[in-house]
């Protein structure tokens, strides 16, 4: 089975904070993606990645930035957390193939005071 | 810009009853996928469909794919209460980048 973790199912931070939220995958997949999710607003693609060091914005990916260093691991982080950042956070791993099925982690619900 | 609509977007039915979810979308794509996610938790792969005219089932839901009307629907058989949640659909562009639905808020009540 895919395993996707994150590190924080719930994280509260203050206004200006530094944020990293980090996402693990087990399966080797070359994809990996960062979605914010908001009540009536669906899922939104912040940034991804196809391999190692590499990065694409997705479509809102102002506020925010990541780091992929290895293969398995993609951080989002908030450079100055505000609160019109307070969201559920998921990440999400895919693999090249015939589907590019993705598979989605627990999801961090992050509030912002 | 690419868009993908659900309707409805809040859905009461009574268990026993049938009904279609609508999954809309405005540029060309053959994969279109379907999730469910429970209150407070993460999106559950249902269905991945991926090309014209596919139909998958897994118990009492059926999914479908039209890629000339770009449409998708999500036929619920026989609601039980149990498959009260939030579906949402998905379509994949240049393979890799996926836009969401809103998502459809499914309560079956006894």
């Known amino acids: 089975d895919v395993k996707v973790t994150q590190s924080s199912r719930y994280l509260v931070k203050r206004t200006g904070e530094k944020v990293f939220l980090e996402c693990v995958q087990d399966?080797?997949?070359?994809?990996m993606f960062w979605y914010r999710q908001d009540p009536g607003l669906g899922l939104r693609l912040i940034y991804f990645?196809?391999?190692?060091?590499?990065?694409e914005k997705g479509d809102i990916p102002e506020g925010y930035s990541v780091s992929r260093e290895k293969k398995e691991r993609f951080s989002l982080i908030l450079e100055s957390a505000s609160t019109n950042q307070t969201s559920m956070y998921l990440c999400?791993?895919?693999?090249?193939?015939?589907?590019?099925?993705?598979?989605f982690g627990p999801g961090t619900r992050l509030t912002v005071t | 810009e690419l868009k993908v609509e659900q309707n409805p977007l809040f859905l009461s039915m009574q268990e026993g009853k049938n009904y279609t979810i609508y999954c809309n979308y405005s540029t060309t794509s053959d994969r279109l996928y379907w999730y469910r996610q429970d209150p407070g938790k993460s999106l559950e792969s249902l269905f991945v469909l991926l090309s014209n005219g596919a139909v998958k089932q897994e118990g009492r839901l059926m999914a479908s794919l039209d890629t000339k009307a770009r449409l998708s629907t999500l036929h619920i058989t026989a609601a039980v209460h149990d498959l009260s949640a939030t579906y949402f659909c998905a379509v994949s562009v240049a393979g890799n980048q996926f836009y969401f639905g809103t998502g459809t808020s499914l309560t079956v009540i006894p």
């Open positions: 399966m080797d997949h070359e994809n």
């Open positions: 990645s196809y391999d190692v060091k590499m990065k």
């Open positions: 999400a791993s895919s693999f090249y193939g015939e589907t590019y099925e993705q598979y």
